[in-house]
T-cell receptor, first 114, second 111 residues
């Protein structure tokens, strides 16, 4: 089945620095790649997504890049703030015999130190 | 803006009991998804419904069943609960299989 690998599992940065989280996926047919932020005790919150016909997308301090050939995509957060501290999940839309589903990476715990 | 509503937020059950979790999608969203998230794990897709019909199936145990009703709310029914079923259960909704928006989750504890 689809496999989504996410690195690193934990990331600690100083406030104001940039953070980069990387994911790889196995199914070349995947065409939709969302990123979610999950704070403690809350549901995952969609923060940005990218489709396979686009190589890069930016929304204020957050950007996502996609390399379809290499089957990897990355989340870039610039000028990090303490409130960016959370667990971030990448995901890929996967097609199989049972249908369609979103498969998540293992998550990255981001800690932004003031 | 209205969000996905889940109830109850917390549920404690004994082994072998049954549980029913409810999900109310964002108004006008036609697709509902259920996920299970264990401690320190990523969300695992269980099942989804589109226009009240089962759409896709993931790693949902045979002891679990779900349905979507005419008002688009969905219920996840869990029987013969096991200790390993203790987890966060999330419902997400979307319009026409686009972006999925997650609810706050139900924390199920099986004792």
């Amino acid at each position: 089945g689809e496999n989504v690998e996410q690195h690193p599992s934990t990331l600690s940065v100083q406030e104001g620095d940039s953070a980069v989280i990387k994911c790889t996926y196995s199914d070349s047919a995947s065409n939709y790649f969302p990123w979610y932020k999950q704070e403690l005790g809350k549901g995952p919150q969609l923060i940005i997504d990218i489709r396979s016909n686009v190589g890069e997308k930016k929304d204020q301090r957050i950007a996502v890049t996609l390399n379809k050939t290499a089957k990897h995509f990355s989340l870039h957060i610039t000028e990090t703030q303490p409130e960016d501290s959370a667990v971030y999940f990448c995901a890929a839309w996967f097609y199989n015999n049972a249908g369609n589903m979103l498969t998540f990476g293992g998550g990255t715990r981001l800690m932004v130190k003031p | 803006a209205a969000g996905v509503i889940q109830s109850p937020r917390h549920l404690i059950k004994e082994k072998r009991e049954t549980a029913t979790l409810k999900c109310y999608p964002i108004p006008r969203h036609d697709t509902v998804y259920w996920y299970q998230q264990g401690p320190g794990q990523d969300p695992q897709f269980l099942i989804s419904f589109y226009e009240k019909m089962q759409s896709d199936k993931g790693s949902i145990p045979d002891r679990f069943s779900a349905q979507q009703f005419s008002d688009y709310h969905s219920e996840l029914n869990m029987s013969s609960l096991e200790l390993g079923d203790s987890a966060l259960y999330f419902c997400a909704s979307s319009l026409a299989a686009n972006e999925q928006f997650f609810g706050p989750g139900t924390r199920l504890t099986v004792l």
